[in-house]
């Protein structure tokens, strides 16, 4: 199950941390900061959802 959720969270961190860096240069943030925030932000969410991605495929 490691190997499927490495390979999924390089396709769930990335969408989800390009998601947020459009969310805050939508909100009008558009400094360094926030948006250094809004991609690790991403990244860091990205990891129980990766989880649940995985158990759910090798569940089904």
């Not at 990891?47 to 995985?54: D, E, F, G, Q, R």
């Not at 158990?55 to 089904?60: C, E, H, K, S, V």
């Amino acid at each position: 199950m490691l190997r499927l959720a490495s390979i999924l969270y390089s396709l769930i961190g990335t969408t989800l941390a390009g998601s947020l860096v459009v969310a805050a240069l939508t909100m009008g943030y558009d400094t360094l900061n926030p948006i250094l925030m809004a991609a690790g932000a991403g990244f860091v969410a990205a990891v129980p959802v990766t989880w649940l991605v995985a158990r759910a495929i090798q569940n089904a």
